[in-house]
Nanobody, 123 residues
Framework: QVQLTESGGGLVQAGASLRLSCAASGRTFSYYAMGWFRQAPGKERDFVAAISLSGVSTNYANSVKGRFTLSRDNAKNTVYLQMNSLKPEDTAVYYC????????????????WGQGTQVTVSS
């Protein structure tokens, strides 16, 4: 069992930045790849970014590439999603999740999820 808790969401204007954090407890954090997904009202949960166990490898959705940066601190059991140049279309609930196996791009590959944090970007 692992517990994931996201924080850092909020209401910002277009062009602003936010840093989301995801704190993990309950399992050895460094054993698991991590990912972020987001879900806007009435839409499916979409892949945003993923990071490997060590943090050396990252992958991003095309829509956020060059604007978002994902990192992890295994000593603090935390992953961070730095979001710059935010756009109104980034508005969604953001979820972090841990992945044991399977495709990093698919939500079904992730076994534990946080409760989500709301990000709202106004134009």
């Amino acid at each position: 069992q692992v517990q994931l808790t996201e924080s850092g969401g909020g209401l910002v204007q277009a062009g602003a930045s936010l840093r989301l954090s995801c704190a993990a407890s309950g399992r050895t954090f460094s054993y698991y790849a991590m990912g972020w997904f987001r879900q806007a009202p009435g839409k499916e949960r979409d892949f945003v970014a993923a990071i490997s166990l060590s943090g050396v490898s990252t992958n991003y959705a095309n829509s956020v590439k060059g604007r978002f940066t994902l990192s992890r601190d295994n000593a603090k059991n935390t992953v961070y999603l730095q979001m710059n140049s935010l756009k109104p279309e980034d508005t969604a609930v953001y979820y972090c999740a841990s992945r044991n196996s399977g495709s990093m791009f698919q939500a079904i590959s992730y076994d534990y999820w946080g409760q989500g944090t709301q990000v709202t970007v106004s134009s």
